[in-house]
């Protein structure tokens, strides 16, 4: 089946440790996203990859950092330097301009 | 700056009737519309989406009106389902290669048996 693979769905982490959040997807798509939700806040994008090997920061890139070294493959390290990370990520993919697709996510919680 | 606006946080229906979910842009560059649907800890599925173009769009018993005067878009279901209970995003996008989604809020629809 074609889609997009988020791991894990829940992930807890202590603070002042990084961790990485996986996004995987077989749709062959070029565009490569993440998100993060909060309640009342809607989607916010963190940074979004068009090709392999280039990505740009989207609305709220610090404390986060990704790379995009394969066409499926589109990881997201949480930093320290994010002050507040607890929240639901949503990682997403497209051939633009076509809807972009969404994984399950993945919440985060900062213990 | 929320350039797309929902500004109804929650929608309650009675199965069957009609449910109207609205949303408001401000960005005059944005002309491509989407409407996500998204049921707690999963991920948002499309739903339908609009272009500039039109001002009315009808898939089944989603139909998505645009107003670009008014810079104002609106979801109607019809008929509305006790499933159909979710968050729904409405979201926009300008034209000219890549430019990202920007989402609304969201609002919480309930439709009740």
């Known amino acids: 089946d074609g889609g997009i693979t988020q791991s894990p769905k829940y992930l807890f982490r202590k603070e002042g440790q990084n961790v990485t959040l996986s996004c995987e997807q077989n749709l062959n798509h070029d565009a490569m996203y993440w998100y993060r939700q909060d309640p009342g806040q809607g989607l916010r994008l963190i940074y979004y990859s068009q090709i392999v090997n280039d990505f740009q920061k989207g609305d709220i890139a610090e404390g986060y950092s990704v790379s995009r070294e394969k066409k499926e493959s589109f990881p997201l390290t949480v930093t320290s330097a994010q002050k507040n990370p607890t929240a639901f990520y949503l990682c997403?993919?497209?051939?633009?301009?076509?809807?972009?697709?969404f994984g399950q996510g993945t919440r985060l919680t900062v213990v | 700056d929320q350039q797309v606006k929902q500004n109804s946080p929650s929608l309650s229906v009675q199965e069957g009737r009609i449910s109207i979910l609205n949303c408001d842009y401000t960005n005059s560059m944005f002309d491509y519309f989407l409407w996500y649907k998204k049921y707690p800890a999963e991920g948002p599925t499309f739903l339908i989406s609009?272009?500039?173009?039109?001002d009315k769009n009808e898939d089944g018993r989603f139909t998505v009106f645009l107003n670009k005067s008014a810079k104002h878009l609106s979801l109607h279901i019809v008929p509305s389902q006790p499933g159909d209970s979710a968050v729904y995003f409405c979201?926009?996008?300008?034209?000219?290669?890549?430019?990202?989604?920007?989402f609304g809020t969201g609002t919480k629809l309930q439709v009740i048996p």
């Open positions: 979201a926009a996008r300008a034209s000219g290669g890549y430019q990202k989604v920007t």
């Open positions: 609009i272009s500039s173009i039109k």
């Open positions: 997403a993919s497209s051939t633009p301009p076509a809807e972009a697709f």
